[in-house]
């Protein structure tokens, strides 16, 4: 499947685009359970999202966000670009990386979504979650930078005994993430003590 990703740009990019897609409704539907009670039993402290580019979308729970097609649209230019230098030079193992870093990280957190997702129904639906839980946004997103870890290193294993760039590329993309949402947690951890 890897070379035939790396033959056929529409192939990833089709995949890529659709599990982006996926993210955003999955955020919006996760988002509006949320608002329905969920949140009456678990507060998370700020936006429900944690990409900051996203919040405002997000907490106004728009279906059509022209911040996210800007950013649909300039990552499969990026990706399109870097398809054609790839092949033009003659390493497709640098398109494989990138193309890897975005959908398996899209995979890790279609795994929080899915999760999201049958909680928070399971919780509207019935009384198995009782009392209130609250996190601070810091613990929010250290506990995210974890989950990106174990994503990052599982997929470093993979891609260690396979010898797959775009594993690789999974576990480098995973990282990244895990390094962004630990340094917004060292932000958000900052602001509340200075509150």
Same mark, same amino acid.
Request: hydrophobic share 55%; aromatic share 14%; proline share 2%.
């Given at each position: 499947?890897?070379?035939?990703?790396?033959?056929?740009?529409?192939?990833?990019? *089709? *995949?890529?685009?659709?599990?982006?897609?996926?993210?955003?409704?999955?955020?919006?539907? !996760?988002?509006? $359970?949320?608002?329905?009670?969920?949140?009456?039993? *678990?507060?998370?402290?700020?936006?429900?999202? $944690?990409?900051?580019?996203?919040?405002?979308?997000?907490? @106004?729970?728009? &279906?059509?966000?022209?911040?996210?097609? $800007? %950013?649909?649209?300039?990552?499969?230019?990026?990706?399109?670009?870097?398809?054609?230098? %790839?092949?033009?030079?003659?390493?497709?193992?640098?398109?494989?990386? @990138?193309?890897? @870093?975005?959908?398996?990280?899209?995979?890790?957190?279609?795994?929080?979504?899915?999760?999201?997702?049958?909680?928070?129904?399971?919780? $509207? &639906?019935?009384?198995?979650?009782?009392?209130?839980?609250?996190?601070?946004?810091?613990?929010?997103?250290?506990?995210?930078?974890?989950?990106? !870890?174990?994503?990052?290193?599982?997929?470093?294993?993979?891609?260690?005994?396979?010898?797959? *760039?775009?594993?690789?590329?999974? %576990?480098?993309?995973? @990282?990244?993430?895990?390094?962004?949402?630990?340094?917004?947690?060292?932000?958000?951890? &900052?602001?509340?003590?200075?509150?």
């Amino acid at each position: 499947m890897e070379v035939q990703l790396r033959e056929h740009l529409w192939l990833g990019l *089709i *995949i890529w685009m659709a599990l982006f897609i996926s993210d955003y409704s999955f955020t919006i539907a !996760c988002a509006r $359970l949320y608002r329905r009670g969920v949140n009456e039993k *678990i507060v998370f402290e700020g936006s429900f999202e $944690l990409t900051p580019y996203y919040q405002k979308d997000i907490d @106004a729970l728009k &279906k059509f966000s022209p911040r996210f097609l $800007l %950013a649909l649209v300039l990552a499969v230019t990026v990706l399109s670009v870097l398809w054609f230098l %790839a092949t033009y030079v003659e390493m497709p193992e640098l398109y494989s990386l @990138a193309l890897g @870093a975005l959908v398996l990280l899209q995979l890790a957190v279609h795994k929080r979504h899915l999760q999201n997702f049958f909680l928070f129904r399971a919780i $509207l &639906k019935s009384d198995l979650v009782r009392g209130r839980i609250e996190y601070p946004r810091s613990l929010i997103l250290r506990q995210s930078s974890l989950e990106l !870890c174990v994503f990052s290193a599982m997929f470093a294993l993979i891609a260690l005994f396979t010898w797959s *760039i775009f594993v690789l590329g999974g %576990a480098l993309g995973c @990282a990244s993430a895990a390094v962004k949402h630990w340094q917004l947690s060292q932000s958000a951890l &900052k602001s509340a003590a200075s509150a």
